[in-house]
């Protein structure tokens, strides 16, 4: 296990590897996205899976582009998504 500490932000393998759809989202903290790309950088267990969780969302967003979601299936789950209270 690596760990990684920046400024007051303590990251090892298990936070990191927590975090990281939130990481690839861009929905955490700028300290948090500094010390995970900083551990990142670092730890050669961890990268692997940061590897494969982007290339997952890069062929996801890609398919998406070639094959959109039919009109009924977009209209079921933004209803609820707004049923749960997200706004969208």
Known sequence: MY????QT?????????RQLW???DGELTDES????????AQ?????PQFDFERTFLEALAATRREHPA?????RKVLAKLRKA???V
Do not use: F, W
């Open 9 to 17: 932000v303590a990251m090892d393998c298990y936070d990191v590897v």
């Open 85 to 87: 209270g997200l706004e």
């Open 22 to 24: 939130d990481y690839l």
């Open 33 to 40: 996205m500094d010390a995970i790309r900083s551990h990142l």
């Open 70 to 74: 039919p009109n009924m299936v977009r």
């Open 3 to 6: 760990l990684t500490v920046t």
């Open 43 to 47: 730890c050669k267990q961890c990268y």
